[in-house]
């Protein structure tokens, strides 16, 4: 009894520390322990029974305690997507378009608020129809304006101690793992001092390797404490106005003076600020994670995420769920989601939440159709926009690729007619609504009679679709989608392409994690490997800061395609090596070109025409610019490929990788490229005796689209065969040209 008595007493005390704690630092406890009980709740009865019964059979305390372990293949899965996601998360871009999302989406919802309340304004006559309080006030945003600057100084407080101790106030973050600690025992610096004080410099020196690991991922937990201690202060702030605006209000229509009223309400928003409700505390978090993309997405979205997750290696394919989830649904929630005002007709849905959905409307419908006005044409050709870029993907990519156009941006005319194109794809969710703008400007382009309803809707959604496709996040998918369903071209089956797919991944782990360990021991294993293998077997490591380095180092890309060799495992050439060997050795040719010390290595990537394609400008800027700058044009060509592929008359093929059915290696691809745009209309080279340089395929193309016989021509179909034919003769000459020239090829023809 006695016993029971103290932890009685002890128990009360710790909840009134809990309570403080949570009201002192923000932290949600409440969640918290929801977590734990629904985590408890849903796991499999047997299963629980199962361990129980097993932990008990167990006599010894040591024998308990290994069985409590993890299992070694449970740690190693858990160490290596622990790796792979902070080496995603390495490159400084990452961080500066986290925040610059963060940052828009605080100053669009900002601006919601302010329409928010004019709408509610004149919804309710001023206040004069309706209940009080059923509408939001327009000095709601006024007060969150105020609640933003205030937070400040508490913002940058806790972002520092996030970094310090490696764990946010609601123990939330974009990081979808089990265990997002999966070497050492702590995050926080002060124990690892506390541990090297106390000489326990093994344990000090684990925990340290630890940090470094997830050094990218501590970054963006520090960038998302900022933003979630400015969105919670603002909702203290909105809230405590709105409620001594509602105590204003009822003070006013019971008769007491404007005095009496203000100093009532004065007295309730001192309230809620010094004593602030559990509802509104409960309302802080929920904003915070909302405005940080960290809410737990709701109906099909939120069942599909664990559904996923769960699944043995899709953490691979997808690393990111909740992040580009949430992205794609505040893009909806303000273009395509009417329902609020459906549920408003039927009476399902209070005045402020209609407020808020047609603000978000409102704001968000004006963006997109701002954008749709602008590239549109509107402004004239000194400002251009591209959307996703035509819907053919490989016109997508042997077009606008090849003209250096990008996807998603805003071209600045330059004084000789080239444009200076900025990126706009990387403020989320404000980038998904310009997108939808841009791409129904380019739909409407090619419809015979748009209708703007439907237009909008088709933009809309397409869009919507494209984005996310394309966001890094969904990466992964894409290409999941693209080997399941045969893209590119291929010739492989179903069962080859997933083959190749898988062992694409495993290289891409395998490397990203090699690459995120590397950067940890700031290169200590790539010395150590090359010192005591005397340079045989270097580490092939990539991760996204390494490739921000290579790229400023050197902005030509490399051709990752197979290389020329000899597979030391099978035997066979690179080319000719099973499936799965292929994949893995195309990982480790793209992990190479991610790397300074490799990629010199790697031949030239070549696009459509021949042209060295570069992955930037080299300049120091593109190490933390989230906005892409590079200069590209259309030219007359360009914009007549784009119209025949647009309006289904046909559109250019990728250059095949593969002669007479054998599988080219980088090099031979590129000289495969090369021929194609240098071979003159006769098959003859530079240097041969009655070459034509007037017949490459170029100046070929362009000389027939301006002539009188291909204007007069009765369809854009025959247009697109004219050009088509030129193209394919060139293919034709350069086969016969690179299986003349090449000694593989030539005893490969003559085997056959």
């Not at 409700?277 to 664990?306: H, I, N, W, Y």
């Not at 990752?560 to 994949?583: H, S």
């Not at 003159?680 to 301006?706: F, I, S, V």
Request: aromatic fraction near 10%.
């Amino acid at each position: 009894a006695a016993q029971v008595s103290g932890n009685v007493s002890e128990y009360g005390r710790g909840l009134a520390v809990v309570s403080n704690v949570a009201k002192i630092e923000g932290m949600d406890l409440s969640t918290y322990a929801d977590n734990l009980n629904n985590f408890i709740a849903e796991m499999d009865d047997g299963l629980i029974d199962y361990h129980l019964h097993t932990f008990l059979t167990l006599q010894k305390p040591a024998a308990r305690a290994k069985y409590a372990e993890k299992g070694w293949a449970s740690k190693t899965y858990d160490f290596a997507m622990e790796n792979y996601i902070n080496a995603l998360l390495s490159a400084p871009t990452t961080h500066m378009v986290n925040i610059a999302g963060n940052a828009s989406f605080q100053a669009l919802t900002l601006a919601e608020r302010g329409v928010a309340g004019v709408i509610g304004n004149i919804r309710t006559l001023g206040g004069l129809r309706g209940d009080i309080g059923d509408q939001r006030y327009v000095g709601e945003a006024a007060a969150e304006a105020f609640g933003l600057m205030m937070a400040q100084r508490d913002a940058l407080t806790l972002m520092a101690k996030t970094f310090i101790t490696g764990e946010t106030g609601d123990l939330v973050s974009k990081i979808d793992l089990r265990n997002r600690r999966a070497l050492g025992s702590t995050d926080n610096l002060a124990d690892i001092g506390a541990a090297i004080n106390q000489g326990d410099f093994t344990k000090s020196a684990i925990d340290t390797l630890g940090v470094a690991t997830r050094l990218p991922g501590r970054f963006l937990a520090s960038e998302d404490e900022y933003f979630k201690v400015i969105s919670m202060r603002r909702v203290l702030y909105r809230e405590a106005h709105r409620a001594s605006q509602i105590t204003f209000t009822s003070a006013r229509r019971t008769g007491k003076s404007r005095d009496e009223a203000k100093a009532l309400a004065e007295a309730k928003f001192t309230q809620i600020m010094t004593d602030t409700p559990k509802e509104v505390r409960d309302m802080m978090t929920s904003e915070a994670r909302k405005l940080t993309f960290q809410g737990a997405p709701e109906g099909f979205f939120g069942r599909m995420g664990p559904l996923i997750q769960s699944v043995p290696g899709m953490k691979v394919i997808v690393p990111f769920y909740n992040t580009p989830t949430n992205v794609v649904n505040e893009a909806f929630d303000r273009t395509l989601n009417w329902s609020p005002v459906y549920k408003a007709i039927k009476g399902n849905i209070s005045g402020p939440e209609l407020d808020d959905a047609l603000a978000k409307l409102a704001v968000g419908n004006t963006i997109a159709l701002s954008m749709f006005a602008l590239a549109s044409g509107d402004y004239g050709d000194d400002v251009i926009i591209t959307g996703s870029g035509p819907k053919d993907f490989g016109t997508k990519i042997n077009v606008m690729g090849g003209a250096n156009v990008p996807p998603y941006s805003i071209g600045i005319k330059q004084a000789d007619g080239t444009y200076r194109f900025q990126t706009f794809s990387r403020f989320d969710p404000i980038s998904a609504m310009l997108a939808m703008g841009a791409d129904m400007a380019e739909y409407a382009k090619y419809e015979d009679d748009p209708q703007m309803l439907a237009l909008m809707t088709k933009a809309y959604t397409l869009s919507a679709a494209e984005y996310a496709a394309n966001m890094p996040f969904l990466q992964g998918v894409s290409e999941l989608m693209a080997a399941a369903g045969g893209s590119f071209q291929t010739q492989e089956d179903f069962f080859e392409r997933m083959a190749k797919f898988a062992g694409s991944q495993t290289g891409s782990v395998g490397t990203n994690v090699l690459g995120n360990l590397d950067r940890s021991t700031f290169g200590l294993m790539s010395y150590a490997s090359e010192w005591l293998t005397d340079g045989q077997y270097p580490i092939v490591a990539q991760n996204s800061f390494y490739a921000t380095l290579e790229r400023l180092n050197n902005p030509i890309a490399s051709n990752t395609m197979l290389p020329p060799g000899v597979d030391p495992v099978t035997g066979d050439l690179y080319t000719e090596a099973p499936a799965f060997m292929q994949g893995f050795y195309g990982a480790l040719q793209q992990a190479k070109s991610r790397n300074p010390l490799f990629a010199d290595g790697l031949p030239e990537k070549l696009n459509f025409w021949g042209n060295v394609v570069t992955a930037g400008e080299g300049r120091f800027s593109e190490t933390f610019n989230p906005v892409r700058i590079q200069t590209g044009e259309f030219g007359a060509l360009d914009e007549e490929l784009i119209r025949l592929s647009e309006i289904g008359a046909g559109s250019f093929s990728f250059h095949n990788k593969r002669v007479n059915g054998t599988l080219l290696n980088a090099e031979q691809y590129n000289d495969f490229i090369t021929t194609i745009n240098m071979v003159d209309g006769k098959g003859r080279m530079l240097g041969d005796p009655g070459y034509n340089p007037q017949g490459t395929l170029l100046n070929a193309l362009n000389a027939e689209m301006n002539t009188t016989e291909y204007a007069t021509l009765p369809t854009d179909e025959d247009r697109f065969d004219a050009l088509n034919a030129i193209l394919s003769e060139r293919r034709k000459h350069a086969r016969e040209w690179i299986i003349g020239t090449d000694p593989q090829l030539n005893l490969l023809e003559m085997a056959n």
